[in-house]
């Protein structure tokens, strides 16, 4: 296993970078992740609300955790991961962010070229007519949220079960295809297809540095992997 220092010069001497984010990078702005400690809400977890079968059964119940979300998030701001992250893309000719939270925390710390996977919780989207809207009212006036045509608004993200943004996916895939180095920040890499971006990029010659406080299910194969907080590593490791 690779040293931070030897990280550190892959990634200097890199022009194409891609990073990959999970809820580990907003965990030290006090965004709770999925897995793990401080996941639950009432009695429900997580990965059983996330779903379009949560959102059918009781859409009211799945509405109140994602506006207990966006109140949380409102009240959130980026730690010194998201501006690290920012700050290299300033630095390299090709850059790209792609990103499995919805919490808009790399868009609010600079990143620009940011691709959302799993969507934006800031995003309404009608499931009846399907058009979207950005709405950042915390909490909002009605649960569940209507359209203007009457319809039932359902969040604009990604529930587990439900097909990625396919211009998005093939736009990562590009990015990871062509990275010199990928860096996988906070994430258990576990949820596919967001998880194969890394093995992707591996295969097509990149180095992968892994962030991490614990050990995943990446990290015997990453080239480097860091153990510790974002917030600590990636200041650090971007200078
Ligand atoms: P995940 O599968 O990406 O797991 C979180 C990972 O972060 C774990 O491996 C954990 O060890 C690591 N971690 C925790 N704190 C860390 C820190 N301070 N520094 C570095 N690593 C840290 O995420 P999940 O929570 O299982 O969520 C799965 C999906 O749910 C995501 O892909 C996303 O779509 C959604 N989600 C988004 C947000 C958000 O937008 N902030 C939060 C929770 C979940
Ligand atoms: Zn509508």
Known sequence: MESLQQAREWLEAASA??????????????????RGSGGLWRQ???????????????????WEWYDWRRGLIAKAAPNAGHYS?????????????VTQNVDGLHDRAGSRNVLKLHGDIWHLRCTTCGVEHRDERTPLPELP??????????????WFGEALPMNVWND??????????????????????????????????????????????FSAQADCSLRGKAGEILPELIR
């Open 17 to 34: 970078v891609v990073a990959l984010t999970g809820a580990g990078v907003s965990a030290e702005s006090g965004i709770p992740t999925f």
């Open 44 to 62: 429900y977890r997580p990965e059983d609300l996330a779903t379009p079968e949560a959102f059918a059964r009781d859409p009211k119940v799945l």
């Open 85 to 97: 992250l920012a700050g290299l893309e300033k630095r390299k000719s090709s850059f790209v962010l």
């Open 145 to 158: 949220p209507r359209c203007d045509c009457g319809g039932m608004l359902r969040p604009g993200v990604v």
């Open 172 to 217: 990562a895939e590009r990015a990871a295809r062509s990275a010199d180095v990928c860096l996988v920040v906070g994430t258990s890499s576990v949820v596919y297809p967001a998880a194969g971006l890394t093995p992707l990029a591996k295969r097509a010659g990149a180095r992968v540095i892994e962030v991490n406080l614990e050990e995943t299910a």
